[in-house]
Nanobody, 124 residues
Framework: QLQPVETGGGLVQPGGSLRLSCAAS??????IGWFRQAPGKERDGVAC????????YYTDSVKGRFTVSIDNAKNTVYLQMNSLKPDDTAVYYC???????????????????WGQGTQVTVSS
């Protein structure tokens, strides 16, 4: 069973950067999504990437600030977060959508395997 593991969370000042990693035993042909849940709010989609063709998608709230990438040799997906804002504070989760995956999605219901989450706090 695929078990994604997120790392890289922490405390950062507004305007700063963090890079989250999501590692798994394999990512071949999977869709990988990043989601976040802020205190008192529902979990929302952030970005996704298709492991095979590199297609990616970003929600409007992070477009231009966050970049998702993949290192297939390491079976790891990264979420580079720049220009962080206090509103980005949340627990960030990565998830895997089992193949066949035709396009990546930020719909949580498409995802089969979830990591445990990593806390990102943006505060001065």
């Amino acid at each position: 069973q695929l078990q994604p593991v997120e790392t890289g969370g922490g405390l950062v000042q507004p305007g700063g950067s963090l890079r989250l990693s999501c590692a798994a035993s394999t990512l071949d042909y999977y869709g990988i999504g990043w989601f976040r849940q802020a205190p008192g709010k529902e979990r929302d989609g952030v970005a996704c990437i298709h492991s095979s063709n590199g297609e990616s998608y970003y929600t409007d709230s992070v477009k231009g600030r966050f970049t998702v990438s993949i290192d297939n040799a390491k079976n790891t997906v990264y979420l580079q977060m720049n220009s962080l804002k206090p509103d980005d504070t949340a627990v960030y989760y990565c998830a895997a959508d089992s193949p066949p995956v035709y396009y990546c999605s930020v719909d949580q219901t498409d995802y089969d395997y979830w990591g445990q989450g990593t806390q990102v706090t943006v505060s001065s």
